[in-house]
């Protein structure tokens, strides 16, 4: 029963409808009364850290005012909504957003000032939540930042892992690993929720028998339960709603085994505990490589399970049927880890709601969207039929009954039993496995790719029997990206330089940068422009000295690469460039080369051999070039150590050249290439991914372009390739590659960089060979450009001008329009 006094209380005295933000004397008596009364700390005592953190508290209490004003209309109207379940999120710091959604930088900044402080420091302070991997974890915090600022009433759930994404050192060259202890000082933006919390069964049988009002029914007798408690984090919309992430923690169900304590044995009763929080102590750092591991599993089963069990009480909470879900809840899939969310779901309905199969199965399959991130083979997932069913073996029932009555439409419908074999939720070939990406499509009303070409080759290629079946269920929504983070937040000057310009209107729609068009060619903008890109390449030449111990001249050309290291993101391909230049120099043939800094940083999975070898690779290629007096400081080479997205937001407003160079059919979309392009860097690409759209946008002509496109890469492997042709022929790409056996890279050691060589003259997989000749002739054309600054100039600002479309605002606007079909709610 609702207490009506404390809802008149909180509705009339402003608590929840009070306005937006904050004057400076309110930020500023807040922070010193958190500061005091929330940490117990005496200035004197205070450090840097306390008072990031009272600040983090005072605005948190802002941030939650919003959420609970966006929950109550929500809840007021009966609205349609989200849930999304990713088992990654990267949301990156959450002060400086929030100072933005609230529109307080500029006072805060004064309130600060006023006791000597600086707000830029304090930010510095926080640690930001490393939950995910790389594009897939970061494009899911973008959705929740537009899902916020459009009113989509929608909670997103995953996995509190207490430590995230490890931290990566370089150490002679090479990538070290220690743990991220993002919870170290605490987490001031989470609330706990002890009350909110779930059981979940791994294990032990299934018995199945006739229930008490003589119906058949299937009882699971778990042997292992934990306990799942939810950890709230307010994500706030700009100037509007927000919303919630709400993550996972595993704890025992019990904190001691009483039976054992009672025998004396205290030790082994804690154990018990200990084996049940070790769900969620760390992520899985492996990107686009499955592993297969037994917890992996049972970390996406706890939390689809506690994010299912969730959602279904909020639903009745409603006083809504549980049959009606799927009319107030679409459930998004970000990628397949989640996807065990079907046979989780029709277990419910059907074993723990005593609903019957086929009614259960139309709500099942009418609430889920399931969203694919990767064509990569080696990613797609797939579970062994003996790890399920000893850890799931009920689900492992419920996939088999999904799966005899889909393959039973199929045969009905005449399909050839190698059809059907290739269809089933089953691969019969090897080891017997669940291939979860069948059983989310089966399970799913609509599937998306995440680019135009992605979303064409999902439906041509890997889910393509399934798109010939449902042709209607397949469709694209291009990945978009948090402009107000990676512009507004994290570029204050390019913003505020751009506001003057055009207003601010841009900040709810990106697409109100095509204004700019207007003063690309105005030399007094262009000026301003490139200043201010100066000013951004000087800040992160500091932290690259202080950080990577190399001193750039930051008048330089920063040609830049960061993402994830993987092969087929081709980072070596890049390093055959640099060996080119390098070459051309020693030979004195260098004169058409500008002077160009080249900046790496990205994350190698620990297990993923070659890709460490890569980091390497270029650290070897760093000593020689930067140490050589021939080169002259023309050249230099920085590997900037743990990138996340803290230190990317430092590294895009300072880029002048973004390096999107996968090979074509690969990268599903990016973001980071719109990350990039946002921030006036111009784009050397291939068509791969959503490159092809940026090109679309920004025109070809203000696009540095490359290399095969997926047909010919295909034609290319029909052909039969043979890369040691072009090692043979090209003699310019023979002298390089000797460079990597020759020791020269590598103190004399000819060993170290065999595997790169062997591996690009024996496979090649991604068609380095192939493509070099293109991208060196590209980068020709990139240095001569770079030497007519007003034309370069002119082109960054053309590409920032046609942006509009990469915001994640559009993208979540699609899903609305595409896939959720839903009434956006805005707070007023
Ligand atoms: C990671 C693990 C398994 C499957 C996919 C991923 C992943 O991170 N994929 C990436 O998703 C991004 C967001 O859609 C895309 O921009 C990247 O191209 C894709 O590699």
Redesign the pocket.
């Given at each position: 029963t609702p207490n009506k006094k404390i809802e008149s209380y909180f509705s009339s005295n402003g608590i929840v409808s009070g306005k937006l933000g904050l004057s400076k004397d309110e930020i500023k008596d807040s922070f010193l009364e958190k500061t005091f009364y929330g940490l117990g700390r005496i200035p004197a005592l205070a450090t840097q850290n306390d008072f990031y953190t009272a600040m983090a508290f005072a605005i948190r209490d802002r941030v939650l005012r919003q959420f609970v004003r966006s929950t109550q209309q929500f809840n007021e109207k009966d609205a349609r909504g989200v849930a999304y379940l990713s088992a990654e999120y990267l949301p990156g710091p959450h002060l400086g957003n929030n100072l933005l959604s609230l529109e307080i930088i500029k006072e805060t900044r004064e309130a600060l000032a006023e006791v000597n402080l600086d707000l830029d420091e304090i930010l510095d302070q926080e640690v930001e939540p490393g939950l995910g991997?790389?594009?897939?974890g970061r494009?899911a915090s973008c959705y929740m930042d537009a899902m916020a600022t459009l009113g989509i009433p929608s909670i997103a759930y995953g996995i509190r892992y207490e430590f995230g994404i490890f931290k990566q050192e370089i150490r002679d060259g090479w990538q070290e690993e220690s743990t991220d202890k993002w919870l170290h000082y605490g987490n001031p933006w989470e609330i706990v929720r002890p009350e909110i919390a779930y059981e979940v069964h791994f294990g032990g049988k299934t018995e199945s028998g006739i229930d008490e009002k003589g119906n058949y029914s299937v009882a699971w007798n778990a042997d292992t339960v934990i306990k799942g408690v939810a950890y709230d984090t307010p994500i706030l919309g700009y100037k509007s709603n927000g919303i919630i992430m709400r993550l996972w923690k595993a704890e025992a169900i019990e904190s001691f085994d009483f039976s054992i304590y009672n025998s004396g044995d205290y030790y082994k009763a804690v154990e018990k505990k200990m084996r049940s929080e070790n769900l969620t102590k760390v992520l899985y750092p492996n990107?686009?490589n499955l592993q297969g591991k037994e917890l992996r599993l049972k970390q996406q089963y706890f939390f689809v399970c506690c994010s299912l069990k969730d959602t279904i009480r909020l639903h009745l909470l409603q006083g809504r049927k549980l049959d009606q879900l799927h009319d107030k809840f679409t459930i998004q899939l970000n990628?397949t880890h989640p996807s065990i969310a079907v046979a989780e779901l029709m277990r419910l309905l059907v074993d723990e709601h005593k609903m019957e199969w086929e009614k259960a199965w139309h709500v099942t399959r009418h609430t889920f969207a399931y969203t694919n991130?990767?064509l990569l083979p080696e990613?797609l997932e797939k579970w062994s039929i003996d790890l399920f069913g000893r850890l799931l073996p009920r689900h492992l029932e419920i996939i088999y009954e999904i799966n005899s009555r889909f393959l039973n439409e199929l045969r009905e419908l005449q399909y050839s039993a190698n059809k059907i074999a290739r269809m089933s939720l089953i691969e019969e070939s090897g080891e017997p496995s669940i291939r979860m990406a069948h059983l989310a499509t089966v399970g799913s009303f609509k599937v998306n790719g995440?680019s135009a070409l992605h979303s064409r080759l999902l439906k041509e290629q890997v889910l393509n029997d399934f798109a010939e079946l449902w042709p209607d269920k397949f469709t694209n929504v291009t990945?978009g990206i948090s402009h107000r983070r990676f512009l507004v937040v994290s570029n204050p000057a390019l913003s505020d330089l751009i506001s003057e310009k055009i207003g601010r209107d841009w900040l709810t729609d990106l697409y109100k940068l095509k204004g700019l068009e207007a003063f690309a060619e105005d030399e007094d903008f262009q000026k301003k422009w490139m200043d201010i890109k100066l000013e951004n390449k000087k800040a992160l030449s500091k932290h690259i000295e202080e950080y990577a111990g190399v001193k750039i001249d930051p008048t330089m050309m920063f040609d830049v690469q960061v993402k994830r290291i993987h092969e087929y993101k081709r980072q070596h391909l890049k390093v055959l460039h640099i060996l080119s230049l390098y070459r051309r120099i020693k030979k004195g043939e260098g004169e058409r080369i500008s002077p160009t800094a080249f900046i790496f940083a990205g994350k190698a999975a620990p297990g993923y051999f070659m890709a460490k070898r890569i980091i390497k690779l270029i650290s070897s290629v760093a000593d020689l070039v930067n140490k050589d007096p021939d080169v002259n400081g023309k050249l230099k080479v920085v590997f900037i150590p743990n990138f996340n997205v803290k230190l990317a937001q430092r590294i895009y407003p300072a880029s002048d050249l973004s390096e999107q160079i996968s090979m074509a059919g690969k990268?599903?979309?990016?973001?980071g290439n719109m990350k990039f392009a946002l921030n006036g860097a111009l784009t050397v690409g291939t068509l791969d991914?959503a490159n092809v759209e940026i090109r679309d946008e920004v025109g070809k002509e203000n696009f540095f372009l490359f290399g095969l496109t997926t047909e010919e890469v295909q034609q290319t492997r029909q052909d039969g390739y043979r890369p040691s042709e072009y090692y043979e022929q090209n003699k310019e790409l023979q002298g390089i590659l000797d460079m990597l056996i020759s020791g020269e890279l590598s103190n004399g050691d000819t060993e170290l960089f065999k595997p790169i060589f062997e591996n690009l003259l024996q496979q090649d997989p991604y068609l380095l060979l192939k493509d070099y000749q293109s991208y060196i002739d590209c980068q020709e054309e990139i240095h001569e450009a770079w030497r007519k600054p007003k034309e370069w100039a002119r082109m960054s600002i053309l590409n920032v001008a046609n942006m509009g479309k990469f915001s994640s605002d559009r993208s979540i606007q699609d899903y609305v329009e595409k896939i959720w079909n839903l009434q956006p709610i805005k707070a007023d």
């Open positions: 991997n790389g594009g897939l494009l990107d686009e990628d991130h990767t990613a995440v990945n990268e599903a979309s990016g973001t991914g």
